[in-house]
């Protein structure tokens, strides 16, 4: 697969001065990995936002750094952004051995529209939104492709044994494990108010008891 590619400086602003940085627009970036040293860098926010966005946590990321005749193939491994503002703040990169399967959480896609969805009126659930899954980098996949044609009615279901992949690719998840369905629409009784209704009764029971502890009073009394 095509991965995606981003130039970066060495940063040698460290601890809290990297504020500073920020505030120009430039983003600090933690490389680590197979083959080399922890190296400190840095990176035009708006770049890194664009490569964030797609390359997420499973499409590898070649990182060139200005001055260096070597690159880095890498996955993100964690952003973070402001608690209060959203503004990234921090990104590590983890570089990897293209010739060593790495593990990676990849996002299931169902395409189509259910026949029970359509038809049936059903509500369609995906309980499992990714897998993950072993490969070698360049093979990870993007995303995986399940189709939504498939949930014909309400008792078909889509497993992670339904997913296609190539032989270079291992799901680690359980095969068994649910990935969508379709749940039948909720009937509702016309004109049928069951809060209305409960509360009539549990009046009516309440007068009914209310009446009944009267007369045996009087019963008593009159005894």
């Known amino acids: 697969m095509n991965n995606l590619n981003i130039t970066v400086e060495k940063r040698d602003i460290l601890g809290k001065k990297v504020s500073n940085l920020r505030k120009v627009g430039i983003t600090p970036l933690h490389l680590y990995g197979s083959g080399i ?22 499409i590898p990321v070649t990182i060139k750094v200005s001055g260096s005749k070597d690159d880095s193939l890498c996955f993100i491994r964690e952003v973070q952004y402001h608690p209060v503002t959203d503004r990234l703040i921090h990104v590590d990169f ?5 010739e060593k399967s790495v593990r990676a959480e990849v996002p299931i896609m169902l395409e189509g529209t259910s026949p029970a969805v359509r038809s049936a009126g059903g509500t369609l659930l995906q309980p499992l939104q990714t897998v993950t899954v072993e490969a070698l ?13 498939l949930l014909i009615d309400f008792e078909t279901k889509l497993y992670v044994s339904d ?28 004109g049928f108010d069951e809060s209305v209704v409960t509360e009539e009764n549990v009046n009516e029971e309440s007068n009914d008891s209310t009446e009944d502890s009267v007369e045996n009073e009087g019963e008593s009394e009159s005894e």
């Not at 400190?40 to 946590?57: F, M, P, R």
């Not at 980098?137 to 044609?149: F, H, K, N, R, W």
């Not at 649910?178 to 909720?186: D, G, K």
């Open 94 to 98: 983890f570089r990897v051995d293209v």
């Open 137 to 149: 980098p360049l093979d990870v996949p993007a995303s995986l492709i399940l189709q939504a044609d």
């Open 37 to 58: 040293d922890p190296q400190s860098l840095q990176c035009d926010t708006v770049e890194l936002s664009k490569i964030i966005s797609q390359a997420g946590t499973n």
């Open 163 to 190: 997913i296609a992949v190539d032989s270079s690719i291992q799901i680690i998840n359980d095969s068994e494990e649910l990935v969508a369905s379709v749940v039948a629409p909720r009937v509702e009784r016309e």
